[in-house]
């Protein structure tokens, strides 16, 4: 049987593959030696066309933003901020990049407290509960990396199409503009 954490990442990187697809972007996760970073998203530039099959090639627009996902049951709401406790080792390889690197956030997926609640299958419907929320770290880093971390993720920070979309937007023009002074 799988272990539960096992189900909870399942679970977590399947909302990913389903919200990237009805966002229509591009998606990688690793499978392992993730060093920290589980994945990446990028816009698409464009859809070439081979005309002689006719099959579409996908090109990266080359805008990647990395993600460190986590899933948890172990979160609470208080005001707008949802708050969980994380490994300082994990906190730390967000915290710790550089301001010219690429970009990446941290994603939470928040399970109900029950198991039982976690998904419904049914004829009509494929539900999937609760919800991702995601944010950034900027650091400072932890000093004991045994410990944990109280993150907050604003309630306003729900991971969806939209907030996909615009955080891939907000950093192509982010580098469109460090890119259109690199040359003067």
């Known amino acids: 049987m799988l272990t539960k954490n096992h189900a909870q990442e399942g679970l977590s990187r399947a909302y990913i593959q389903a919200l990237s697809s009805a ?13 920290g970073f589980d ?5 698409i530039a464009r859809v070439e066309v081979d005309p002689a099959s006719g099959k579409q090639n ?3 627009a080359g805008y990647t933003v990395d993600f460190q996902l986590k899933c948890s049951k172990d979160w609470k709401i208080v005001g707008d901020d949802v708050l969980w406790r994380m490994n300082s080792k994990a906190y730390n390889k967000l915290a710790g990049r550089g301001r010219g690197a690429v970009p990446a956030i941290l994603i ?4 109900p407290e029950n198991e039982d609640g976690w998904m419904d299958f049914s004829e009509d419907a494929l539900v999937l509960r609760k919800c991702c929320y995601y944010t950034t770290v900027t650091g400072p880093m932890r000093e004991n990396e045994n410990s ?3 993150v907050r993720f604003p309630r306003s920070n729900l991971l969806n199409v939209a907030s996909l979309t615009s955080i891939l937007n907000k950093n192509r023009e982010r580098m469109d503009a460090a890119f259109s002074t690199f040359g003067e």
Not at 23 to 34: L, Q, V
């Open 58 to 60: 996908l090109v990266k």
């Open 23 to 35: 966002a229509r972007i591009w998606s990688s996760m690793k499978d392992e030696f993730d060093y």
């Open 148 to 150: 944990k971390h109280q």
């Open 39 to 43: 994945g990446q998203f990028d816009l």
């Open 108 to 111: 939470l997926m928040c399970l």
